[in-house]
């Protein structure tokens, strides 16, 4: 079973920064393209970013564009978001998962992490 481990969640202040890492220990990425998704108490889970296998495609939701950037590092095995300018609408917990990248858009599979949490509070 393809299982995913995030990290990097935490506590930061409006206007900071955090960067979260998705990887994997038994199975390539390299394999996959990535998504990053996430959901705020009471609301559904929203897509986020999304990376390619090879890298050179990339997607951001629009509430994020210009402030979230998504990365791959095939050789650690890992895939980034790096968060910039936060916003306290940015609190969830954000999850990554496997899937296929064509024509423009991700295709989720059933392949996710456990998520980890992020707060932007003052």
């Known amino acids: 079973q393809l299982q995913l481990v995030e990290s990097g969640g935490g506590l930061v202040q409006p206007g900071g920064s955090l960067r979260l890492s998705c990887s994997a220990s038994?199975?390539?990425?390299?394999?996959?393209?990535i998504g990053w998704f996430r959901q705020a108490p009471g609301k559904e889970r929203e897509g986020v970013s999304c990376?390619?296998?090879?890298?050179?495609?990339?997607n951001y939701a629009d509430s994020v564009k210009g402030r979230f950037t998504i990365s791959r590092d095939n050789a650690k095995n890992t895939v980034y978001l790096q968060m910039s300018s936060l916003k306290p609408e940015d609190t969830a917990v954000y999850y990554c998962?496997?899937?296929?990248?064509?024509?423009?858009?991700?295709?989720?599979?059933?392949?996710w992490g456990q998520g980890t949490q992020v707060t932007v509070s003052s």
């Open positions: 998962n496997a899937g296929a990248y064509g024509s423009g858009s991700y295709y989720p599979k059933d392949y």
């Open positions: 038994e199975f390539t990425l390299n394999d996959y393209a």
């Open positions: 990376i390619s296998d090879s890298g050179g495609s990339t």
